[in-house]
T-cell receptor
């Protein structure tokens, strides 16, 4: 139980294009989903928290117009990196929660912007 | 804001040895979680602790929630090569506007030599 998938697992794109990453909870309904960014050998940095049907809450320093989050259903959240640039290259990980303190993580998406 | 100090930052051990790592916080949490992350993957939940003083085991792993609610440790007994990875502690206080946000430690990189 508590399986979370992410798609795609890897994406390479040209600078200036937009990239959408999907996060799905496969066997449970996720009241809340979280999006993280992780640099090599570093801890996870929370970008935003999203609840189904409402606007995402972004952490300080994260541009909401740059990283668009949609949480349209209890099993799906999407992160769109708009007008991606090389500095946006990173490992993006989502997690899902049923509202308690445990979060279940997806396998991550490696974004490379050329 | 809340910060977690996780130590050690890295460990190099021989197969069969026991491992211990810990996290301390400047403020209290009502849940402590321990995750393991393999390279290129998302973190996987190992143990969740919900009560001060709680001691919980999962196979060769044992974790404790400190009495002060400001610390936790994780022990791995009789390490094996597949224990290699990065271990993260995380604290959480669900409820209110926090939506179960996790505060992560810096991670402990574990290397096991056969």
């Amino acid at each position: 139980g508590a399986v979370v998938s992410q798609h795609p697992s890897r994406v390479i794109c040209k600078s200036g294009t937009s990239v959408k990453i999907e996060c799905r909870s496969l066997d449970f309904q996720a009241t809340t989903m979280f999006w993280y960014r992780q640099f090599p050998k570093q801890s996870l940095m929370l970008m935003a928290t999203s609840n189904e049907g409402s606007k995402a809450t972004y952490e300080q320093g994260v541009e909401k117009d740059k990283f668009l989050i949609n949480h349209a259903s209890l099993t799906l959240s999407t992160l769109t990196v708009t007008s991606a640039h090389p500095e946006d290259s990173s490992f993006y990980i989502c997690s899902a929660s049923t509202g308690g303190n445990e979060q279940f993580f997806g396998p991550g998406t490696r974004l490379t912007v050329l | 804001g809340q910060q977690l100090n996780q130590s050690p930052q890295s460990m190099f051990i021989q197969e069969g040895e026991d491992v211990s790592m810990n996290c301390t916080s400047s403020s209290i949490f009502n849940t402590w979680l321990w995750y393991k992350q393999d390279p290129g993957e998302g973190p996987v939940l190992l143990i969740a602790l919900y009560k001060a003083g709680e001691l919980t085991s999962n196979g060769r792993l044992t974790a404790q929630f400190g009495i002060t609610r400001k610390d936790s440790f994780l022990n791995i007994s009789a390490s094996i090569p597949s224990d290699v990875g990065i271990y993260f502690c995380a604290g959480s206080n669900a409820g209110g506007t926090s939506y179960g946000k996790l505060t992560f430690g810096q991670g402990t990189i574990l290397t096991v030599h056969p």
